[in-house]
């Protein structure tokens, strides 16, 4: 029997160019942003500037996290405490942790069996809260037909924070994923498409709403110091009104981003290179369901996604026992205890309780994997021969008590 030995956390290395970027500043020790020499532009400052002409973006701010991207993202369009923020029942912790964090309410939103938002569901909720703001999460980088959300959002009079910490380098019909909504918040976190470990960016055309991330951001009176940043006297109005909430990022890991901007193509390129290997080897197996991909929707497939339609728990939690047992590491959303990174919207205690019996009927079968770039296509290959056989053997067989599902990271 064929045993994966490779590592489902290791990421690529830092390119050269962000390590000598990096010993430089650690060298001069001028790691705040706003600690520059005389005629240097700060690495945070040209990060901005450089992301912000990857996406076509008017402005960018470089954060502390994703995160504090989507909790400045709120704080700018003034959501205040109690008021109700849609956003999806699929998401990461983070997502529901930034509306708390400003005191607003979380209300989920159902997933679709492809994973992404409802729209019926989103309309009904909208009109039931009176709700003003989408944090519309494109978890696992699943894109929802993004002209149609938009044209909704539109109607209701909402607008939307785009959370793309899965969807760097996407794009929907062309338009690269965070430019539909007012804003858009990516992660630079080390599992995500550009690695500095923890950071965050913050994107929008919209001046007024730039002008307050900046400040919000904790840039004292040093905002004219920004190259991504509207001009100094939209900032006149609002530099004595907008608290000082500190998450900037800093120049070393900024340093550490720049030059991976250029990589993201040729990485997007290899993610879906592995991405489709999995596919072709996971096709027509039996009581496994691939999520289906729009033609539309260009993803930068950074982790898997497939369900098990129907299973029942005691299976599904066999499957990911003998998968680990020959080095293949899956998570399941279905668990009744959150494992790691993988929790969900019932076990995030501070929200109101839903019944989301759609959303509940997806994650029950729903299983994750992790692709990172050091994995090689034959690798995904064998991965997906492995998960096959399983699949097929523990689909139909007798279930052996399984004592402990492993933790995954
Ligand atoms: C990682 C992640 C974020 C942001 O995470 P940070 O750790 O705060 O950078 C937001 N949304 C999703 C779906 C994520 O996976």
Redesign the pocket.
Known sequence: MERFTGSFTQQEPIPEAGIEAAMAILRHGRLHRYNTAPDEIAQTALLEEEFAAFTGARYCLAVA????AMATALRALQVGPGAPVLTNAF??A??PGAIASIGARPVFIETTPDLTIDFAHLEAMAQATGARVLML?H?RGHLCDMDRLMALCDRLGMKVIE?C??TMGAAWNGVPSGRHGVIGCY?T?TY?HMNSG?G?LLLTDDADLAARAVLLSGSYMLYARHRAAPPAQVFEGLRLEVPNISGRMDNLRAAILRPQIALLPDRAARWLALYRVLEDGLDQTNGLRLIPRPQAEQFVPSSFQFTLPGWEPARVAALIARCAARGVELKWFGAPDPVAFTSRYDHWHYADPQPLPQTDAVLAGLIDMRLPLTFTPADAAQIARIIRSEVQSVGQGEIAPVAALPLGD
């Open positions: 996290s994703g995160g504090y998401t990461l983070p997502v999460s978890m959370d910490a899965h992660s976190q995500k923890e965050g």
